[in-house]
């Protein structure tokens, strides 16, 4: 089971960008799929973008395609979710979590982190 911290997270403009970090430990997620995923109060948890295990093919949901790129950096047990074009629609709780497929479906996703706040207001 991994232990994943999220950062990053923060209030930005609308038009502004973030980039959130995802740092793992207990294990290598090199053969593992990353995924992030953001849940607003009251809601279900939404698949963002996911990415396999060697970092090809990322999957994105059509809402944040050409604003959202998922990437990792295995040698440092670290994925990103650099944000661009931020609209307030994207404002929620952002987490990430690893796990054995590359298409963003919760349920195949084992180990999450606590999540950073993405608040997106002018």
């Known amino acids: 089971q991994f232990q994943l911290v999220e950062s990053g997270g923060g209030l930005v403009r609308p038009g502004g960008s973030l980039r959130l970090a995802c740092t793992a430990s207990g294990g290598t997620i090199d053969y593992y799929a990353i995924g992030w995923f953001r849940q607003a109060p009251g809601k279900g948890r939404e698949g963002v973008a996911c990415?396999?295990?060697?970092?090809?093919?990322?999957n994105y949901a059509h809402s944040v395609k050409g604003r959202f790129t998922i990437s990792r950096d295995n040698a440092k047990n670290t994925a990103f979710l650099q944000m661009n074009s931020l609209r307030p629609e994207d404002s929620d709780r952002y987490y990430c979590?690893?796990?054995?497929?590359?298409?963003?479906?919760?349920?195949?996703?084992?180990?999450w982190g606590q999540g950073t706040q993405v608040t997106v207001s002018s």
């Open positions: 979590a690893v796990g054995s497929h590359d298409v963003c479906v919760a349920s195949d996703f084992g180990s």
């Open positions: 990415i396999s295990s060697n970092g090809e093919n990322p």
